[in-house]
DNA sequence: AATGAAAAAAATAGGAA
DNA sequence: TTCCTATTTTTTTCATT
């Protein structure tokens, strides 16, 4: 994927050291390889028997289990979960709200009223006008709509500014 | 060998031309409490045994084993996957980015872009002044400015307006 | 410290009622 | 659906490098 980017006219010469796609792994924390394909092999099926992941690590059962355990309770690895489809749920209506907040607004009471409204799926303060953006996911518009109202209701939250999802595209 | 739905073969004959794995979804929102309560303790912890969440629902394990391999088979759930601290693995930089684009774009040619790059997250559609919002996900913020302006490049987006993730609150 | 092998305990996958 | 059972997997224990 090399894009000619030649936009800007100042010709600097480009350093022939730097490689545009480092996939540099600079092993954050203390994943070995090995850990590190455990986890992709647990993201890609949560469920599969540790003698299987073994197989492909060329690990025993045992060790392998030890290395899952440690990554849990490093935190590297924080749970299990099943993926849903939503739209079978019934849950289909998404929107991205943006929240605008008073002046001393800290991210503590965001966080604590997101938790409060089963409807948000995501939240967290960005850079640019507004001071957050929280996913909502509803059964319905009206029941997004109440949602909505419900996080307007907050007392720190002066505006919002939603935008309704269309349709997923991934 | 074993047909788990045949509890309705009406004798009619057979047509032939009837595609067995019809993915007929007769009923999508047929779930009954159980199966919901069933789903929910998977996401909680996908790795939990059957008799484990059968106690929670009360049911014995096969009959929550079938129930799940029922919601796999019908698609509602899709998965197992670990949930990985992000900031652990290194793609830690993370921005939404609203795509506005020329006048007839659809929104298959945005849902091909965003699937050239490993950095988009998710990606929809969305009512509002912009036409489409992708979630971007990066090692940093030179890797994330990269990718954007990947992005930016695709011949249908005409600008661009993002907004960079402070902290993450869910 | 980390691994593999073996044994014990637990869970799973089907079958039958 | 539950119950039952053979098979597989998890988990502990122990010996090895």
Known sequence: MNDPQ???TLSRET???EPLSAHAEPAPGD?????????AALMNDARQSFATIGASVALSAPAVKRRVDRLRAAGIITGFTAVVDPSRLGWTTEAFVELFCTGRTNPDQIQQAARKHPEVTAA???TGEADAIVQ???KDMAHLEQALERLRAEPFVTRTKSV???SRLT
């Open 6 to 8: 030649d936009g800007e």
């Open 15 to 17: 350093a022939p050291t």
């Open 31 to 39: 994943l070995d390889e090995i850990d590190r394909r455990i986890v």
């Open 124 to 126: 967290c303060t960005v």
């Open 136 to 138: 909502l996911r509803a």
């Open 164 to 166: 309704v999802v269309l």
